[in-house]
């Protein structure tokens, strides 16, 4: 068994292409019952996003798969193969491993770091495995990126630091207030950046914002928009005493608030802080106004600063992120391949729980005259000893991560105790069940779909 | 004896420090569990105190100093654990280090002079104690106010900006500080003055003699008193908050400080009971 990862993404793949490939539009449970029907795969995970499509699978033989999805993809989205396939790139075992680490932290993102990704990743695994696509490979590799990503966003700067200007100016707002809910917005200006800047705070859970143009019904138009307050645009120095944030983006050409608005405001505040984002150009707001005491002013050259010095530190923290990965992918690819002995096991352990069966069927004659207490304990003991006899092969089959070392304990195992003409279809169907993978080619493993 | 909580406090201090610097998730907590360590074998070794002398180490400034380290580090605790907000511990662990080095190195209880075998007394030091501890707590949350604010104002965000919580969560923190320590001051400086009253027509102790406003030690926790009064008194009246309360937090600290250390030790005349 191999895993397999067949996408698109911004790295290589343009925006309309990208947008073709969304599997949200039709659905991903959709797609999932599609790929279901692809022969020799045996789990999968469908994540898309506005940057991503990916297809996580497990399948017998990766290059069939690879054909199969690049095919499935192209029909589903309704794309030409031949438009499509030069944008879609496959990763397998490692390198899918390795793929996924990386999109869960953040390092494959079109912005480093960014978290919202972890979130996806999760969202789209809990569809999955939810309707039954997923087992144990895929359910151990998720989980593992899971972790992977959590200590990258612990163990390392890379997610932190706004590095965008809107989110730069919520951050500092939080650092300022703390709490937004009871706080009051004002934005001044109704053009293209003061509707960017208002949805922005309307997604965040700020109390009231009120908006104030010179046209008012550009004002009025806007807030009806973010749900928001018209205000008079001859009461804004007067609202300044009730707000607590300030977005000027107005374009005018005038400085709209001055040093001595300001300073009047704060005396009727009881030194509560207010936070001034002047993001127009020219600024709104005259730069001594920030001197005041408890007044922050941050006009569209801090905030763009602050996003650059964050874009750097995220840079500096990607070697770091780059070897936990690293880490996680040496120990999931062990696990992967230990997982490899798992039929071996079971035909084993079939083999001789076959002989104990058919020793206690050829004495039963001998028994009779035991009572069945007595009869009941030659049965235990005859399990413990079988039991503690399959032990220690258990654990060093299950031990080796080495894949000719588990082919050739495999092959010998086979060859001495007869596993390969004595295996049952049910013991294959079993281990299939458990472990839906294997590397060994003398012990054929599952085809069952686990749903 | 008092060294054993000094070198768990020493080793909770490093990990605070690599806590902050690091900001990983495994130090901060080895910070708080030796934090939570020193802080039980610090009451060992006052319970120890207390039975050897058959009272709570409270007399003299070796006792008290360490009976304000012990109350300072739960009050941190509990600041800590009501917020989950570890990155003050740099600052306040090391102040307790400090302060515990002279309990460490003099390691003696003062015997207990008759005068002071008081409910009274022992109510009037516990009192101020608490109240000390609130301040000093206050005085570690004023100065990283101060540090975000200047990050925040210069528009220089950096380590502060990273580990600090907000700033109006970091002055509301200061009022309830400063609040909760001003009752105990006031309820430790009355109790006080109440006992002297009591003793001071009998007691031929040169001491009890000297108390009065213009004892050193006395002058200056009256004035401490006067600070918080009006912090207290301002920020409900007039607003102060922000950075004027942090700094009026940490003078009002720093002259207790003083008042603990060097008056307490070399200067006072009414206090001198180590």
Same mark, same amino acid.
């Given at each position: ?254 400085? =709209? @608030?001055? !040093? #001595?608005? +300001?300073?009047?405001? $704060?005396?009727?505040?009881?030194? /509560? ?5 002047? *993001? ?42 780059? =070897? @936990?990965? !690293? #880490?996680? +992918?040496?120990?999931? $690819?062990?696990?992967?391949?230990? /997982? ?5 096991? *079971? ?42 006899? =399959? ?61 | ?274």
């Amino acid at each position: 068994m191999h895993l397999l990862l067949l996408g698109a993404s911004h790295h290589n793949a343009p925006v309309d292409l990208r947008e073709r490939v969304d599997f949200s539009r039709r659905g991903i449970p959709e797609a999932l019952r599609e790929l279901e029907r692809i022969p020799n795969i045996y789990e999968c995970v469908v994540l898309s996003t506005c940057n991503r499509s990916e297809i996580y699978t497990v399948c017998a033989e990766p290059d069939a798969a690879q054909e199969a999805l690049a095919v499935f993809m192209s029909s589903f989205h309704d794309v030409p193969e031949p438009e499509l396939a030069p944008y879609l790139y496959k990763r397998t075992n490692q390198d899918a491993a390795r793929h996924l680490f990386r999109v869960v932290s953040g390092l494959d993102s079109l912005v480093v770091g960014e978290p919202q990704i972890a979130g996806q990743v999760k969202e789209a695994f809990q569809i999955a495995s939810e309707q039954g696509f997923t087992s144990s490979s895929l359910n151990r590799l998720f989980h593992c990126s899971f972790r992977v990503g959590k200590r990258v966003r612990t163990e390392t700067g890379l997610g932190e630091g706004a590095v965008s200007v809107s989110y730069a100016a919520i951050s500092l707002a939080r650092k300022i207030f703390g709490d937004l809910s009871q706080l009051k917005a004002l934005v001044l200006g109704a053009g293209e950046m003061a509707e960017l800047t208002t949805t922005h705070l309307n997604a965040q859970p700020v109390g009231a914002i009120c908006l104030a143009n010179r046209t008012p019904s550009r004002a009025a138009a806007l807030a009806a928009k973010v749900n928001g307050t018209a205000v008079p645009w001859e009461t804004v120095t007067e609202e300044l005493a009730s707000t607590d944030i300030v977005v000027t983006a107005t374009g005018s050409s005038k400085r =709209l @608030l001055t !040093h #001595e608005h +300001v300073a009047n405001a $704060m005396k009727s505040r009881r030194n /509560r802080p207010l936070f001034i984002i002047d *993001i127009g150009v020219p600024r709104d707001v005259e730069p001594t106004a920030g001197e005041v005491e408890q007044v922050f002013l941050y006009n569209i050259d801090d905030l763009q600063t602050i996003v650059r010095d964050n874009l750097s530190k995220r840079q500096s923290q990607i070697d770091r992120a780059e =070897l @936990l990965v !690293h #880490e996680e +992918v040496d120990g999931f $690819m062990a696990w992967l391949g230990s /997982r490899g002995a798992i039929p071996t096991v *079971i035909a084993l352990r079939r083999r001789f729980e076959q002989t104990r069966q058919s020793e206690l069927k050829r004495l039963a004659p001998k028994l009779v005259g035991l009572s069945p207490e007595a009869k009941s304990r030659v049965e235990e003991i005859t399990r413990l000893l079988v039991e503690k006899l =399959l032990s220690t092969p258990t654990e060093q089959l299950k031990s080796a991560s080495d894949e000719q070392e588990i082919a050739a304990d495999t092959d010998t195992l086979a060859r001495l105790f007869k596993l390969t003409n004595q295996t049952p279809q049910e013991a294959r169907d079993k281990s299939n069940q458990k472990s839906s993978k294997t590397t060994n080619s003398t012990l054929p493993s599952s085809t069952v779909k686990q749903r | 004896m008092n060294a054993i909580p000094l070198a768990v406090y020493v080793v909770s201090g490093a990990a605070y420090a690599v806590h902050f610097s690091a900001r990983k998730p495994m130090s901060g907590r080895i910070a708080t569990v030796s934090l939570v360590f020193g802080v039980l074998v610090h009451t060992f070794v006052i319970g120890m105190q207390t039975m050897q002398v058959g009272h709570i180490p409270l007399v003299g400034t070796t006792g008290a100093i360490s009976a304000f380290v012990w109350l300072l580090a739960l009050a941190y605790l509990y600041t800590e654990m009501t917020t989950d907000e570890r990155a003050m511990g740099i600052f306040i662990v090391p102040l307790m280090v400090i302060l515990q080095l002279i309990p460490a190195i003099t390691n003696e209880v003062s015997a207990r002079p008759p005068v002071l075998e008081s409910r009274w007394f022992e109510l009037h030091v516990s009192s101020l104690l608490v109240a000390y501890a609130s301040f000093a707590l206050a005085c570690v949350i004023s100065i990283t106010y101060v540090l975000l604010f200047k990050e925040l104002k210069g528009k220089h965000l950096g380590v502060f900006y990273a580990r600090l919580p907000s700033l109006q969560v970091l002055d509301v923190m200061n009022s309830r500080a400063v609040t909760f320590g001003w009752i105990f001051l006031t309820v430790g400086l009355g109790v006080g003055a109440v006992w002297l009253l009591e003793v001071s027509p009998t007691a031929a102790d040169p001491r009890v003699q000297a108390m009065s406003i213009l004892d050193p030690k006395i002058f200056i926790v009256v004035l401490c008193w006067l600070v918080y009064t009006f912090s207290v008194y301002a920020r409900r009246t007039t607003g102060w908050s922000g950075r004027q309360a942090a700094w009026l937090s940490a003078i009002g600290f720093g002259l207790l400080l003083l008042n603990f250390v060097p008056i307490g030790y070399f200067v006072t005349r009414s206090h001198n009971f180590y």
